[in-house]
């Protein structure tokens, strides 16, 4: 489960799973509305609420958790008005997105964890980012096309600086 809550207005939330959709809250969970359910995937990886606007919300489809049974993806999504409708905005060879972080004041920014195709080699992985809200995206990192990226932190104070987590799919040197 990925979780989203509006730091403005903690009420308001957005919860992504791995085979089930998206479902959102704007009352502290008394109740929640399904969204997400025409698009051709329902497999998501992370939500993401722009910090500086709650209309404006990022979805990245493809499982992240790699394991026996997975539901990949076809790229990053975004709703300008809250979920109730969604543009597919790039990224549809990713196939599993780890994470998605929208910079604290221009909801613009945003960054993107590509883990890639789980069980082969796949070049649309690393870190991406937009300035645009998705229009063109930059590969700001990459490994190589075994090793995605699973996890992104901003600094607080200080969004222009990321840490991130990568992950190699490949494990060979351990199984001996």
Same mark, same amino acid.
């Not at 969970?29 to 992370?46: A, C, K």
């Not at 004041?105 to 945003?110: A, F, M, Q, S």
């Not at 992985?125 to 937009?130: D, H, N, P, Q």
């Given at each position: 489960v990925a979780l989203s809550v509006y730091e403005k207005d903690p009420t308001l939330f957005f919860a992504a799973?791995?085979?089930?959709?998206l479902i959102k809250t704007d009352n502290n969970?008394?109740?929640?509305?399904?969204?997400?359910?025409?698009?051709?995937?329902?497999?998501?990886?992370?939500v993401c609420i722009a910090?500086?606007?709650?209309?404006t919300v990022w979805v990245g489809t493809g499982e992240e958790n790699p394991r026996n049974s997975v539901s990949y993806g076809d790229g990053v999504y975004k709703s300008? #008005? &809250? +979920? /109730?409708? @969604?543009?597919?905005?790039?990224?549809?060879?990713?196939f599993?997105?780890?994470?998605?972080?929208?910079h604290p004041?221009?909801?613009?920014?945003?960054y993107v964890g590509a883990l890639g195709r789980l069980y082969g080699p796949n070049s649309e992985?690393?870190?991406?980012?937009?300035? #645009? &809200? +998705? /229009?063109? @995206?930059?590969?700001?990192?990459?490994?190589?096309?075994?090793?995605?990226?699973?996890?992104?932190?901003?600094?607080?104070g200080d969004p222009d600086t990321i840490l991130f987590a990568t992950y190699e799919r490949q494990r060979d040197g351990f199984d001996t």
């Open positions: 799973t791995a085979s089930g959709g969970g008394i109740t929640f509305t399904h969204l997400f359910d025409r698009e051709s995937t329902v497999s998501i990886g992370d910090p500086s606007d709650p209309n300008t #008005d &809250g +979920g /109730k409708t @969604w543009k597919n905005m790039g990224l549809r060879q990713s599993q997105i780890g994470c998605i972080r929208v004041t221009n909801k613009d920014i945003v992985r690393g870190l991406f980012k937009t300035l #645009d &809200g +998705g /229009k063109s @995206w930059q590969r700001i990192h990459f490994v190589d096309d075994n090793t995605g990226v699973l996890d992104i932190q901003m600094k607080p």
